[in-house]
T-cell receptor, first 112, second 114 residues
């Protein structure tokens, strides 16, 4: 597609439930990133995929968070047993190698 | 510990005047800096960048200045337009051109008044 697409745009979930957030990057972009922005915080790096290389998971805050990227394209960020502190806007971005980011509009996750 | 600091959470300027957004950093290994603009309900969009080998980069109404000795950069918008009203994020990276793990500031909300 023309841009980075994220779904859903909003998600309200009960504490303890699992959620899946989806990202469709720009076609041809080999790099894909997940960030989150909590209230009053800057953008926090979560995970980075580059081509077929092993992902950089160093930003994932706990083992409840995982992400995969299938076929080098679509990525899914999964949060298990959600907690209230997981409430944030989750942003996906893609880029050509060495190029600038293009962000999606984000998924606003609210854990109640 | 904020490695990239935008100390002004908000800024208001009149249309046609200059907007100056400031950003300070603490990590002397940062050598690539970017500014992103974010409208409500949209993801951030790239605005302008600067490498540490330069002290100025200009693109139309937008100019970024880098003062390495002071670990300070600023974004100048002149003349400011109402459509420039957005949140502006400063970001920094340790490896020029390596856009993994950009470190982001908290943003400055700019309001340009007609």
């Amino acid at each position: 597609g023309a841009g980075v697409s994220q779904s859903p745009s909003n998600k309200v979930t009960e504490k303890g439930k699992d959620v899946e957030l989806r990202c469709d990057p720009i076609s041809g972009h080999t790099a894909l990133y997940w960030y989150r922005q909590s209230l009053g915080q800057g953008l926090e790096f979560l995970i980075y995929f580059q081509g077929n290389s092993a992902p950089d998971k160093s930003g994932l805050p706990s083992d409840r968070f995982s992400a995969e990227r299938t076929g080098g394209s679509v990525s899914t960020l999964t949060i298990q047993r959600t907690q209230q502190e997981d409430s944030a806007v989750y942003l996906c971005a893609s880029s050509r190698r060495g190029g600038g980011y293009t962000f999606g509009s984000g998924t606003r996750l609210t854990v109640v | 510990d904020q490695q990239v600091k935008q100390n002004s959470p908000s800024l208001s300027v009149q249309e046609g005047r200059i907007s100056i957004l400031n950003c300070d950093y603490t990590n002397s290994m940062f050598d690539y800096f970017l500014w992103y603009k974010k409208y409500p309900a949209e993801g951030p969009t790239f605005l302008i960048s600067i490498s540490s080998i330069k002290d100025k980069n200009e693109d139309g109404r937008f100019t970024v200045f880098l003062n390495k000795s002071a670990k300070h950069l600023s974004l100048h918008i002149v003349p400011s337009q109402p459509g420039d009203s957005a949140v502006y994020f400063c970001a920094a990276s340790e490896n020029a051109g390596n856009n993994r793990k950009l470190i982001w500031g908290l943003g400055t909300s700019l309001a340009v008044n007609p």
